[in-house]
């Protein structure tokens, strides 16, 4: 039996709609902030409910009801009892969700144990918010292709491939998100669940084997994908590192580019462009060759940040710590961040010379405590920096 379902992330959803304040004072609060931005509170509240009535009265238990035809449930006017009453049930409605999304997560984890390296990985890391690109069906398989721009990992691409279907009970479409999922062992094989946002629905699919694959964006990929450029763009691309053009009607490998447009050679086919867009043979995959700098991916990651890490010869540090380049800068106070006991003297120099005024203040936080905890500081610089120290 599965843990999570979509009945029970509509009823966190829906007991989450309405807005209350929680206490008399908050509520003063509003009253004076309404007072002086000329809000007409009640208008307000009764505007709210009026939208949300239907669903209200669909979903909250019946002893609400009154307070919401009477309009007065999410105002300053409903009795304290029934404002208490009506947090607790709500608290009690997102208290069962997350248990329930506990619930799915130890599972998905009791799961994992049974999975390959790869797989096992990216349901690890979570695809939440990944969007579908593609979906490609054989009689007996599914591929979805997700793009991770909007997830919470350094991969832009997963694939996963459900192999040999036992069961699907749902539909999916290109653009949905992927919200929660829910993963299980079965005798048969795996078996996912998952709830898709835009349009909503819950998709659960059984097969014997789940496969996936991921990629990354070359570390050049930030400088060049707001402003264009293709032409340069592929130039600083390193061919060792696996390169793959994807979109979502194909998916190539590269091998080969040119200093000439359309300047990348895929494997069995080619990419050419002309007053009718851009082609993979006869699939059109984009208007202009700059469209697709957003098409290429690696097979390794590339830490696009990894410059920040390479240590600044002592000798130059002050000068670089106390400069305008900002790279050099940040590559400075990183290298005494690492090593704050070896360069604590060069350390204390430097903080006495600056001025703290002029420093960004979040920067200055994290960099004083972190020496400080590592009992370098000496008591000038202590006293020098005593508001960061004591905030």
């Known amino acids: 039996m599965w843990h999570l379902t ?31 931005n000329d809000i007409d509170l009640y208008k307000e509240k ?21 307070y919401v035809l009477d309009g007065t449930l999410n105002t300053p006017d409903v009795p304290n009892h029934v404002r208490v009453d009506f947090l607790g049930w709500r608290d009690e409605q997102v208290q069962l969700f997350e248990h329930i999304l506990e619930a799915a997560f130890t599972e998905k984890q009791k799961t994992l144990a049974y999975m390959e390296p790869k797989e096992r990985e ?3 890391e979570s695809l939440h918010d990944a969007t579908i690109v593609s979906i490609h069906r054989t009689a007996t398989q599914v591929e ?30 290109p653009e949905q998100f992927y919200i929660y999922d829910e993963l299980r062992k079965t005798a048969n094989g795996m078996s996912l669940r998952v709830i898709f946002d835009c349009p909503e629905v819950e998709w659960t699919i059984e097969a014997e084997e789940l496969d996936a694959d991921f990629y990354y964006r070359p570390k050049t990929y930030s400088d060049f994908a707001e402003n264009g450029n293709f032409s340069a763009y592929v130039q600083t691309l390193q061919l060792e590192n696996g390169l793959t053009f994807i979109t979502p009607q194909l998916k190539k490998r590269v091998i080969g580019i ?23 043979d006869t699939i059109r995959v ?19 940040y990894a410059h920040f890490s ?19 800068k940040v590559r400075a106070w990183n290298t005494m961040y690492a090593n704050p006991v070896q360069l604590a003297e060069k350390i204390n120099d ?12 979040m920067m200055q936080r994290v960099f004083i405590r972190h020496f400080n905890n590592e009992g370098i500081l000496t008591t000038k610089l202590q006293t020098k920096f005593k508001d960061l120290l004591e905030d």
């Not at 979509?6 to 007072?35: C, G, P, T, V």
């Not at 009535?53 to 002893?63: E, G």
């Open 46 to 66: 009764k505007q709210e409910l009026d939208e949300l009535h239907d669903h209200l009265m669909s979903f909250l238990p019946p002893r609400f009801h009154t």
């Open 258 to 280: 040119q200093q000439h447009a359309p300047f990348l050679m895929l494997e069995n086919s080619y990419l050419y462009e002309n007053d009718q867009g851009v082609f993979v």
């Open 310 to 328: 390479e240590p600044v010869p002592i000798q130059d540090l002050e000068e670089a710590a106390l400069g305008t380049d900002v790279e050099l």
């Open 6 to 36: 979509l009945q029970e992330k509509r009823a966190y959803e829906n007991a989450m709609k309405l807005f209350i304040y929680e206490s008399d004072e908050e509520w003063a609060q509003y009253r004076a902030y309404a007072k002086e």
């Open 144 to 173: 979805l292709t997700f793009d991770m721009t909007g997830g919470f990992t350094a991969k832009s691409i997963i694939s996963l491939k459900f192999n040999n279907i036992i069961s699907e009970i749902g539909q999916i479409e």
């Open 350 to 361: 430097i903080l006495m010379q600056m001025n703290p005024a002029q420093e960004d203040e």
């Open 286 to 304: 984009a208007d202009k060759l700059d469209d697709c700098i957003h098409f290429l991916h690696t097979d390794t990651y590339e830490d696009p």
């Open 122 to 124: 990216v349901f690890e």
